[in-house]
């Protein structure tokens, strides 16, 4: 980072003490607040401080030093956030707190909950190899080979005045994007003009178009008949529409979803639970399989695994001759669930294994 540069408030920053500010230091420390000195003697708290440990100082708490000073809080305006936010980056704590006129540990710790970070300088290596692989090089790859973050290449770029990566609209290309955005999708428009989708909306919304895709009859139906036991995402994706979009046409039409459960309903879910995949129940029952899930764990509803002939095989075939968790692991099963199987077919260990085992047999 740079030295702490004189400013009005700061004088004497970074020059050497003469004796009377020595002598005045000695005199006024043991009872004045080191911000207060800082003000008084043009310099920082913490040049105060240093100098007053190199002279064996200490503040006077007999005599009435206060070891904290008076607290008021004074909520962050918007400008000094945004004045923050410009600064912290790249200019030291010191300049910031003249600036905005607040203490050092205030800066510190508002920029701490805003997640600012202070950016390391680039230097001239760096500079030429990103003026080199600039036009060969996404931002991401040229962040993995710098070692820095895509946005902090953006922003190098922007001050070295690089030419853009993306070349600018041409007059033809806007005019297809004006004669056909009502028309096509905006998926067949961007993969004609080979530009990314982002891109197509981003110019269409500073040009001032507005898609209107009107809803058809059809679309209205998909909607009516999922809208109650399928989630916004779902339908979104069945139609081919935005989140927003599906919301928004389902109130306009008088759609609500359905979150409480009748005593019919529960009644035909405990019937049904067992006979029918979540997805299918749900769709019997006219709710969505994430409220069935819910509904399900409430009532403590579980399905029962049936085993296959296949798992039965296995498990005669193995099961006599070999542990309960090596048999497990072969049908993918926990130990209890093995142990309760083989306890109803009536399959048990052979006294070959229990004698290897070191059981004796019973007389």
């Known amino acids: 980072m740079r030295r702490t540069k004189r400013t009005k408030k700061r004088f004497r920053a970074g020059k ?203 679309e209205d139906a998909v909607l009516k008949k999922h809208y109650a036991n399928r989630t916004i995402e779902e339908i979104g994706g069945m139609l081919g529409r935005s989140i927003s979009s599906v919301q928004a046409r389902a109130r306009k039409i008088g759609l609500r979803k359905c979150f409480w459960w009748t005593e019919e309903e529960i009644e035909k879910l405990k019937k049904i639970y067992h006979k029918y995949p979540n997805l299918v129940a749900a769709e019997k029952i006219g709710h969505s399989q994430t409220s069935l899930q819910h509904k399900v764990k409430q009532l403590g509803l579980w399905k029962r695994k049936y085993w296959t002939e296949k798992e039965n095989e296995i498990l005669k075939k193995y099961y006599p001759h070999e542990s309960t968790r090596r048999t497990a692991q072969r049908l993918g099963k926990t130990e209890d669930v093995v142990r309760a199987q083989t306890h109803r077919l009536g399959i048990h260990k052979t006294k070959k294994y229990m004698k290897v085992l070191g059981y004796k047999e019973r007389k």
């Open 16 to 218: 050497p003490w003469t004796e009377a500010e020595v002598a005045r230091l000695k005199r006024i420390y043991p009872r004045t607040y080191p911000h207060v000195l800082a003000k008084r003697f043009g310099r920082t708290a913490e040049a105060v401080r240093g100098k007053a440990r190199s002279l064996g100082l200490a503040k006077d708490y007999a005599g009435g030093y206060e070891p904290r000073r008076p607290f008021y809080f004074v909520p962050w305006s918007r400008k000094e956030i945004a004045l923050l936010r410009k600064l912290y980056p790249t200019t030291p704590n010191d300049e910031i707190t003249e600036r905005i006129d607040r203490t050092r540990a205030a800066i510190q710790g508002k920029a701490t909950a805003l997640n600012l970070r202070k950016l390391e300088y680039w230097t001239k290596k760096e500079d030429e190899l990103l003026k080199k692989l600039y036009q060969k090089l996404t931002h991401e790859e040229l962040a993995e080979r710098l070692g820095r973050t895509k946005k902090s290449v953006r922003a190098r770029t922007d001050t070295l005045g690089l030419p853009r990566k993306v070349e600018n609209w041409t007059k033809d290309e806007v005019d297809f994007l004006e004669t056909s955005y009502h028309k096509l999708d905006a998926n067949e428009i961007a993969k004609k003009l080979g530009r990314t989708i982002v891109a197509v909306r981003l110019k269409a919304r500073r040009i001032g178009f507005v898609q209107d895709i009107r809803w058809t009859k059809q």
